[in-house]
RNA sequence: GGAGAGAUGGCCGAGUCGGCUGAAGGCGCUCGCCUGCUAAGCGAGUGUGGGGCGAAAGCUCUACCGAGGGUUCGAAUCCCUCUCUCUCCGCCA
């Protein structure tokens, strides 16, 4: 969410922002509660004022055996005035908070105007795509003749859009976690964690999940709990509610989990394969800095991510969300997408953001520097290092030989006890 | 699941017949003094959110002692509900 101070006084930047994003929102409730809010807190504070003061003036007089009963009685009325303005003042304050929590972040000056992913720069190209004499099959054909991916059988055991793993296909996913694990905290510094896969309602909210994107999480039915549609979620949260200080800046956490997403409104979409399922495994990477820092830590953490797939030698091209195309919390996204040849197109693979200072508003995590009173927001960044299930679909579709075996990447062999081809068994 | 105990500031820890307690004391931290170095010592400061005034420094008001409700002129202190933590027993990977 934004600062309300900041809306408040900045409302024609906000509306073109608002406009650039592509969204239609309507600013004067905002402007028409926001000043009740405070005329009411005006009043509110003025009354406790008297009643604190009459109070102290009451325990005083009674120290002194004087009469008090008129001082009580007028400040009855006082405490009913209150207690009425104590009900009407929260629910005033919330709608405010509830029109706050639909204004999405304010995009980076560098974030291109554009009204969907047609209009999202490519920023760079990485890697050669392979050049194939014979028709590339896409992932799903692959693993199902080599046996190690079996759609049928998990739609029996769940439905549609989970995936069932066998021999090499579950080991590689394995391999992968460890081998992304590995590269991220013996390289790039960041601390591994392995956090809860249900989280309650407060951390959903805590990263914008709730209330606005219900549909799209999976509950527990009887229980305040939801299942984490990426790790984002609870590593993000680890820090909510505290003052983190300036030499512990930046935090890098990595977290392997999985992710369950309902797909609600992708019906149809990318039926097929292991692209889109109900659960999925993803090494997550998450950052928390101070707001000078986090520009050069979306660079990093970007880069971070892109050596996974230079390592495993898989091509692909990096762009820049538009304003249309940019997520509700994100103030800039860079997309890395890796190139599927059995489907011949560019897939997004990893997505990394800075979101500045709007989910730790939101989460209230800040910091303290060292000097200087007071407390800032740190500024909170994530990004896929990388998604696993994806992560094998390229490499099928890029390592395929004409045979139908795949060869495995050089740098995953030593997670494969040396195995260098995945054959039919 | 059964039986108890507890939740106060960065930390430890006072505060129980309701009334200068935003909160003693200690530790830590910051600044200053002192000191060949280190250690110690002395002095001062040290929460967060929201208002108002001010160009600012700052001043001032208000709220916050796990969360939410209630009683009261007044609640960290009394009552109710919930959450969490700890100990013992049972069960369990």
Known sequence: ??????????????????????????????????????SILVRLEDLRYQRNKVSDQIAA????????????????????????????LPEIADELNKLLLVIPNIPHESVVIGKDADDNP??????????FDFTPLPHWEIGEKLHILDFSRAA????????????????????????ML?????????????????????????????PKFRE??????????????????????????????????????????????????SYGKDTRGLIRQHQFNKVELVKFCCPEDSEKELESLTADAEEILQRLELPYRVVSLCTGDLGFSAAK????EVWL??????????????????????????????????TELVHTLNGSGLAVGRTLVAILENYQQPDGSVVIPEALRPYLDGVSIIKRD
């Not at 600062?3 to 402007?31: A, E, W």
């Not at 400040?75 to 104590?86: D, W």
């Not at 590995?182 to 709730?210: A, C, K, W």
Request: hydrophobic residues 35%.
């Open 1 to 38: 969410m934004l600062d309300l101070k900041f809306v408040r006084s900045n409302l024609d930047l906000i509306t073109d922002m608002l406009k650039n994003r592509g969204y239609d929102l309507d600013l004067s409730r905002f402007q028409h509660l926001d000043k009740k809010r405070r």
């Open 61 to 88: 007089m009674k120290k002194d055996k004087e009469d008090v009963s008129s001082l009580i009685s007028e400040m009855k009325t006082v405490s009913k005035e209150i207690k009425g303005m104590e009900v009407d």
């Open 122 to 131: 490519v920023i760079r190209m990485w890697g050669k795509i392979r050049n």
């Open 156 to 179: 029996k055991i769940a439905r549609s859009r989970f995936s069932l793993q066998r021999g090499l296909g579950a080991t590689i996913e394995r391999a992968l976690i460890n081998f």
């Open 182 to 210: 590995d590269i991220h905290t013996r390289h790039h510094g960041y601390i591994e964690t392995l956090p809860p896969f249900l989280v309650n309602s407060d951390t959903m909210t805590g990263t914008g999940q709730l």
């Open 216 to 265: 799209d999480l999976f509950k527990v039915e009887g229980w305040d709990l939801f299942l984490i549609p990426t790790a984002e979620v609870p590593v993000t949260n680890i820090h909510r509610d505290e003052i983190l200080s300036f030499d512990t800046l930046p935090i890098r956490y990595v977290s392997y989990t999985p992710c369950f997403r309902s797909e609600a409104g």
């Open 333 to 336: 996204t860079y997309d890395i």
């Open 341 to 374: 040849p059995g489907q011949q197109l560019f897939r997004e693979i990893s997505s990394c953001s800075n979101f500045t200072d709007f989910q730790a508003r939101r989460a209230n995590i800040r910091f303290k520097r060292k000097e200087g009173r007071g």
